[in-house]
């Protein structure tokens, strides 16, 4: 089955459109975001906390979030969380200094609750629709989406931010999350909702049994947590403004980075989805963390970081694709919300655990270059976790 085939299943095309539109939106004004703290003087804590809140509320509102998604209408849901990513990319216009950077974080806490929500969602509902070689297309489709808009949105919101301004990227922003809000009407769906009589309470204790007693289902979460090593945002930032800005402007440097990653994100699924199995992905993990030191062997030069930030982004997405699908194939449906909800706080601690890392190292005067191979060795690691797991669990 390819991936256009895929795509004829009318609910994986209109949501993957939506995720098209929003996705775009939401890398568009990740740029504007953090040019505009660079140019408001932000420090490197600053930096790595702004790109840590866009992670924290999956971490802390998983519990919640797995809940909601087992009780409420999908579409319902979906309808609501756009709208709130609308208001409060808006509330991004009000921000002129950083004296108002903690309503800035606020804000980047509220839309990210509700896209981590709206992306638990999708993911849950998936596997209610479709399975086997389908699903996996599904989850590469969205991966793929996701590499695509990340390096279109980085690369054409550094430029616009560059030319015409923070508030224009963000106004720009919310007009993309409106169109998507128009899709979504259009959106048919019919699936049998699980009628639940117990309490919120009941239904947290039973999915973290659940999870407690599936001890393979634990070790594959956290492999997927372990792609939270590659949350870049905060290091490809420090980059830009120590290493680069005499060069290129900050909103560029950025952009064109992030653009030049998002690339490798997209295309690599094409070549390794066809040869990534169980009994090889150990490899792949050792791939990731080689390609990240030897980026961090050429970040003195930015065209050579640029080469480098390709390899390295070659392999994630289908890790992660991967990764997601053991996950969805070992969960049983009626669990399926709550179980991906925790999937997405592993993989969000993760990410801001990266994050506060990135920040607080530098903070600490070691230089970009031994924190980013750092990172590297990180997946060296995970390769030598995943051999062990395969022994004890294959």
Do not use: C
Not at 9 to 36: C, D, E, K, N
Not at 157 to 164: D, L, M, N, Q, R
Not at 292 to 308: H, K, N, P, R, T
Not at 324 to 353: A, P
């Amino acid at each position: 089955m390819t991936y256009r085939e895929t795509l004829k299943h009318p609910v994986v095309a209109r949501l993957s459109l939506i995720q098209l539109i929003s996705y775009f939106g939401t890398w568009f004004s990740q740029v504007a975001i953090f040019s505009m703290i660079v140019s408001f003087g932000a420090d490197e804590m600053t930096i790595a906390l702004t790109a840590a809140m866009a992670m924290l509320p999956a971490v802390i509102l998983a519990p919640i979030i797995g809940i909601v998604i087992d009780r409420i209408d999908f579409k319902k849901m979906m309808l609501v969380l756009l709208l709130v990513e609308i208001s409060a990319t808006i509330g991004f216009i009000f921000i002129n200094s950083l004296a108002f950077v903690w309503i800035l974080m606020l804000l980047i806490f509220i839309r990210s609750a509700a896209a981590s929500m709206l992306f638990s969602a999708e993911m849950a509902l998936f596997p209610k629709l479709i399975k086997g070689k389908m699903l996996k297309n599904t989850n590469e489709i969205h991966s793929i989406i996701w590499s695509f808009t990340y390096a279109s949105g980085m690369a054409v919101g550094g430029f616009v931010t560059y030319k015409i301004g923070f508030d224009t990227a963000f106004m720009l922003d919310a007009l993309l999350y409106t169109i998507a809000v128009l899709l979504l009407l259009g959106l048919k769906l019919t699936i049998e909702q699980h009628t639940f009589v117990a309490s919120n309470w009941q239904l947290f204790r039973e999915g973290f049994s659940y999870l407690k007693s599936h001890k393979k289902l634990l070790h594959l979460i956290l492999l997927h947590a372990s792609l939270g090593l590659t949350s870049f945002d905060a290091l490809i930032t420090l980059l830009a403004d120590h290493h680069y800005k005499e060069l290129i402007a900050v909103p560029l440097s950025i952009g064109i980075m992030n653009a030049t990653r998002a690339v490798g994100l997209m295309i690599g699924p094409f070549f390794i989805g066809r040869i990534i199995h169980k009994e090889n992905l150990h490899w792949f993990f050792l791939l990731q963390g080689s390609a990240i030191i030897l980026w961090s062997q050429f970040e003195y030069s930015f065209y050579l970081a640029l080469v480098s930030l390709f390899v390295t982004g070659f392999f994630i997405t289908t890790l992660w694709s991967y990764t997601y699908l053991l996950i969805q194939e070992e969960t049983e449906k009626k669990y399926m919300g709550r179980v991906i909800s925790y999937n997405d706080m592993f993989f969000m601690l993760s990410n801001v655990l990266t994050a506060l890392f990135i920040g607080y190292a530098a903070k600490q005067a070691l230089s970009l270059e031994a924190i980013t191979a750092a990172l590297g060795i990180g997946f060296l690691l995970v390769a030598l976790y995943y051999t062990w797991f395969k022994q004890h669990y294959l």
